[in-house]
Nanobody
């Protein structure tokens, strides 16, 4: 399994970024996928996930209305469109693969997610 994130960078508050994740080594269309983020000294938190079974999405309350997760099964890509960025969105963002096609233990349960990318840094000032 390989997950490679890209698209991070530095942006001013109110700006936008699009994160991408290129996936390989597993049946991408059959895996629920997600974006998580982490800042130093804090636990990794779920940002957005997208269900493989029905395309339903889930978002952390802190990003609802600002972030949009999407997937391209043909190209094995996962995306996160981030708008109206805030300084508190600053974090390392990780792409993750769930072992389930549905929600498993829940849309943000790390018990469900078995593979992780190396991360891409997002800094909002």
């Amino acid at each position: 399994v390989q997950l490679v994130e890209s698209g991070g960078g530095s942006v001013q508050a109110g700006g936008s970024l699009r994160l991408s994740c290129a996936a390989s080594g597993f049946t991408y269309s059959g895996s629920t996928m997600g974006w998580f983020r982490q800042t130093p000294g804090k636990e990794r938190e779920g940002v957005a996930t997208i269900n493989a079974d029905d395309g339903n999405t889930a978002y952390a309350d802190s990003v609802k209305g600002r972030f949009t997760i999407s997937r391209d099964n043909a190209k094995k890509r996962l995306f996160l469109d981030m708008n109206s960025l805030k300084p508190e969105d600053t974090a390392m963002y990780y792409c993750a693969q769930s072992r389930y096609s549905g929600w498993g233990y829940g849309p943000f349960s790390t018990k469900s997610f078995v593979s992780w990318g190396q991360g891409t840094q997002v800094t909002v000032s």
